[in-house]
């Protein structure tokens, strides 16, 4: 449970702020349609971190557990300084077209995920815990905990949010597990 509990927060956290938040207000600001929003987020995450977590899993049985502690070390402290970046979003390219809200969510955050720092930090914990599903999972209801609120919240209270502070606690998270990897003091 324990790669469930962290992945969870790790994202959850991570995820406050990001482009893909700052997507999910943005379609839902737009086109007031929760229920195939959030089912598109759902299911463009589960797609775009399960990718992610077999990634992390190859990394793990292909490299010398020495090199990857290094990395996944050196790759948590990354994320943490990347996580201090404010992500910004252009809106002027969304258009629901011919497929509907859905797919324009699922598509949207499919690709807005690729590179992204949570999916890199799913990466890193699946190389991190054998429980592969259990990263995933987490990974994903971290994402869901961060994004439903702000389709449900829109465009009222994002201008208001004090996002730079949950930036640091976020940068924070990762920078602890970073050292934690680089110390061996996290089981590794």
Do not use: C
Not at 104 to 114: G, H, K, N, P, V
Not at 167 to 185: C, K, M
């Amino acid at each position: 449970m324990e790669a469930f509990f962290v992945s969870t927060f790790a994202v959850s956290i991570g995820e406050i702020g990001d482009k893909t938040q700052l997507l999910a207000l943005l379609l839902a600001a737009r086109y007031r349609k929760p229920v195939p929003i959030i089912l598109g987020i759902l299911l463009a995450t589960l797609a775009n971190h399960t990718l992610a977590g077999l990634i992390g899993q190859w990394v793990v049985s292909h490299i010398s557990a020495d090199i990857l502690r290094w990395a996944l070390g050196l790759s948590f402290l990354a994320i943490a300084i990347w996580t201090l970046k404010p992500d910004e979003i252009d809106d002027g390219t969304l258009n629901e077209g011919r497929f509907g809200v859905f797919m324009l969510t699922f598509i949207s955050f499919f690709f807005a995920e690729i590179g992204d720092k949570t999916q890199l930090a799913t990466v890193a914990l699946a190389a991190k815990y054998s429980e592969l599903s259990m990263v995933i999972a987490g990974t994903t209801l971290g994402m869901l905990i961060a994004d439903v609120p702000a389709v449900f919240l829109g465009k009222v209270a994002s201008p208001n949010f004090p996002f730079h502070y949950v930036r640091w606690l976020a940068s924070a998270v990762f920078a602890i597990l970073g050292v934690l990897v680089l110390l061996n003091l996290s089981g590794m």
